[in-house]
């Protein structure tokens, strides 16, 4: 293989590298804020009913002794958590 070709290949699978982080950046972003939009929806409606509001789960506890921001596992459930859709009531066994 020439040296060109190479060099050329090494770019392009850095590129492909980079656009792999940036793209992982975004939908991290994207759940993120899909989250943030969820609570935001929840709060209100809670307002609406007179209940208190939940806190969110990106505001830190004084009390707590570790990083909420590396616990990605915990966010991916919260998150799978809160696009799931409500349970529906089984009205048919009336």
Do not use: C, W
Not at 15 to 24: E, G, I, R, S, V
Not at 52 to 64: F, G, I, R
Not at 66 to 85: I, K, S, V, W
Request: proline share 5%; net charge negative.
């Amino acid at each position: 293989m020439k040296e060109d070709e190479t060099d050329r290949e090494v770019r392009y699978l850095s590129a492909q590298d980079h656009k792999k982080m940036l793209d992982t950046k975004k939908k991290k972003e994207k759940r993120k804020n899909i989250a943030r939009q969820e609570l935001e929806r929840r709060r209100a409606k809670a307002r609406r009913k007179g209940k208190p509001e939940e806190d969110s789960p990106d505001e830190d506890d004084e009390d707590d002794d570790f990083d909420d921001d590396d616990d990605a596992e915990g966010m991916t459930m919260r998150l799978e958590h809160l696009l799931q859709p409500p349970p529906q009531a089984n009205t048919s066994s009336m």
